[in-house]
Each structure stands twice: as C-alpha cells, then as structure tokens.
C-alpha cells in the first residue's frame, strides 16, 4: 500500500530554517505529482507547494520566496526546504502524493517557530 513518511520537523527560532522530508513507497514516485501542506490549530488543511512529475513547483503566496519543494526520484523523496521562518507557519506539515486518481497522506510533523 502507499506509505508517505515525513520527518524533519521541530523547532526553530523566528528566522531560522528547517527542511522536512517525505519518503514514498508503494507508488510509482517518478510519475507522481507531489505537494505539501500544512495545518495550524483551528485552521483548514492548506496547500503549501506542489511539483509535478516534470519538476514543474507552484507555492502558496505566503510562502514564495522563501520555501523550496524539490524531488529525488532516485530516492522516492520529495523535500520542502524552508528558510526565513515566521510563527505563522507554525503547524502540522503533511506530504500529499496523487496516484490511480487518488490523493494519500503522510502521518504529518509538527513544525514550531517560536523564540
């Protein structure tokens, strides 16, 4: 079956960087459109950044500039790299694969910026 497995969250001062990562299995990663999101306390489930199969990314305006998704086929990994950190992004992230028309979900890692 799918398995998405996020690691790399924790805690990080206002300003400071973290870079989480998403190992698949049970998928055909290399053609598989992969994202990120992200859920704060009382808050929908939101898209973060997305890259297709052809390494195409798309980011949420909150986040332009300052985050990078990027993808390993060789590693069936997909990372987001996160830079410039604000309190706002406080929240649980969550990698997303779509496959056979389906969406699947990571277990999420809790991301806290706060001094």
């Known amino acids: 079956q799918v398995q998405l497995v996020e690691s790399g969250g924790g805690l990080v001062q206002p300003g400071g960087s973290l870079r989480l990562s998403c190992a698949a299995s049970?998928?055909?990663?290399?053609?598989?459109?992969m994202s990120w999101f992200r859920q704060a306390p009382g808050k929908e489930r939101g898209l973060v950044a997305t890259?297709?199969?052809?390494?195409?990314?798309n980011y949420a305006d909150s986040v332009k500039g300052r985050f990078t998704i990027s993808r390993d086929n060789a590693k069936n990994t997909v990372y987001l790299q996160m830079n410039s950190l604000k309190p706002a992004a406080t929240a649980v992230y969550y990698c997303s694969a779509i496959h056979s028309y389906a969406r699947f979900w990571g277990q999420g890692t809790q991301v806290t910026v706060s001094s």
């Open positions: 049970g998928l055909p990663f290399s053609t598989s459109p």
């Open positions: 890259i297709s199969i052809g390494g195409v990314r």
